[in-house]
């Protein structure tokens, strides 16, 4: 039966039955490997969210004007002043979409969000092997790409 609570030892089977690790070489390498995954892990967070900024496209804002002030005489300067109310729309400049590479764009996307969600549910199961060694390779991993990985995304 697995052990529910962590401990510390240098057997155990991970996420496949042929993944099982019989000594310290090999606990070494397994907390390495998960080590990478993590580090891969936070790294598709960021290509995700650094594509989604990329791919936006520019959203248009929508400029107003003024309506050319009329003063008369008989008008009081409240009576003349601006409202929301009375500015006027410009039409914003139509932007052509091209909906082959939004597409590519959706699919890319997608694509790797299912490759994160995958990835971050076999190191959930690996955390829940209740190995203390693969527990912390999996969070100086995350450590790790987090430290690596968001940098990158404010250089863009």
Known sequence: MMPM?????????????????????????SVFVVLLLTVFYELFKVWRAWLETKSEL?????????????????TTVLESSQSELSLTHEEPRRLAVN??????????????????????????????SYNTWIFLGVIVGSGLG???????????
Request: proline residues 10%; charged residues 10%.
């Open 5 to 29: 609570t962590f401990y510390v030892s240098n057997r155990v089977t991970l996420l496949f039955d042929f993944w099982d690790v019989h000594g310290p070489v090999g606990m070494l390498l």
């Open 58 to 74: 520019p959203q248009p804002h929508l400029k107003y004007t003024p309506p050319p002030p009329v003063r008369s005489d008989s």
């Open 99 to 128: 909906v082959k590479n939004s597409w590519l764009l959706h699919i890319i996307q997608t694509f790797l969000h299912l490759l994160q969600v995958t990835l971050g549910y076999m190191l959930m199961l690996c955390v829940m």
């Open 146 to 156: 987090y430290f690596i990985s968001f940098p990158l995304l404010n250089r863009s």
